[in-house]
């Protein structure tokens, strides 16, 4: 091939590539090509051209704020104060939190069981190292606040596990309590009080987070008065925090609108309850989506009819419970005892799994499998299926030979 082909090559495809930009840009600014000037596709260079140089530059922040420890990004002591690491004097304000070895319910064969003292040793480890790189404790006279900055790990996919551990996550937080403790910087603070609110009244010391984009948890353990805990939350560096984020928070930091005392507290009690209001909706609708699920196993494996799927689907359709699947899941346990199961009569049995479950939900008797009990029948053998003499009972298949 000659270098004049393969010039002329380059040149057609530069040409080819510029006029495709060229009908794109025009499309964008609102204008046809032929009427969008080449002085104003030329500024579209330039600006795109700057808007990538910035975006590089805040990656490249980004991962330079990413390497460093998160309380690199805490406040210095004020004045009359101290800051440390943590310290056996947060232990004995705040705990140290849970030791196997310092547990006197844990019997002393599991304590000196080899794999159990490794785990707890790695534990204590990752504890430590979490507390060196995310925490600072502030003492002075009469106060002392352990304050932490986190980054919050992202994803963890949509396989069960996770979406159990969600679930989970989701229910413990509905049923925590929570009060509204100041806006500062555009972080909302809350006063957690552990679930149902008891954990609030077991401790002499105040616990307070907040969340940065879901990414960056800055939470605080205190002895203090509120005076002193807010001028330690507003000297926090919001902004590198904030650039740390994949998509920086509007109003973070130095863009925060500046409030009162009054309207920092109005504004934290209404965000933290418009919050809490709608984590509550989030967790119905997912007991909701799982309980329809179960409905869907127990339809397609026969444990119910028709009419009986389509009632119990447009309940929960129309009307999700807020006990939701947790409470019914004890009624039905409660329901049908393991004892109640008769060879007998398989057919009255309370149905076990998913369909009692279900049973328990929606109100009244325990679900039957069937309403009359079958004629007895030749017996049959199936090398699919559950066969003509055979059931599926609590996950059990059970089958009947001769008569």
Known sequence: MSKAFLGGFVLVAAIAVGAVDYVNQARRAGSKPGAFSVSAYAATITGRFVDQQAALAAERTRNELLALPTKSFLPEAPEGWTRGDWSAAADAAFGSGYDMAEDPSVPEAMKEDPTLKALNAVGQAAKA???????YVYEKPG????LRAAKIAQGGGLGPQNFAMQMVANNIEAMSGKDGFAVVKGVTYRLEKGLFGMQDQERDYRVISGMIGGEVRI??????????????????DYDRLNQMLKAPVAGIGSAAPEMTAEQSLALATA???????AQRAETIEQQRRLQLAALDISFRHGKMTEAAYNAAKAKLMT??????????????TEAQPAAALSEAQPAAAPAGGVFGMLGGLFGGKPAMV??????????TVSTGGF????????GVKRCRFGN
Do not use: H, M
Request: charged share 20%; with cysteine.
């Open 143 to 146: 106060a002392i606040v352990a």
């Open 271 to 277: 965000n933290v309850a418009e919050a809490a209001a």
């Open 129 to 135: 190292r979490r507390d060196e790189a995310q925490v």
């Open 319 to 332: 009307a999700p419970s807020e006990v939701g699947f947790i409470a019914g899941l004890a009624a039905a």
């Open 370 to 379: 069937a309403e009359e009990a079958p004629a007895k029948a030749a017996p």
């Open 219 to 236: 939470s605080l353990r205190a002895k203090a008065e509120d005076a002193d805990i807010i001028a330690l939350l507003e000297a926090i």
């Open 387 to 394: 066969g003509g003499n055979c059931t599926l009972t609590n």
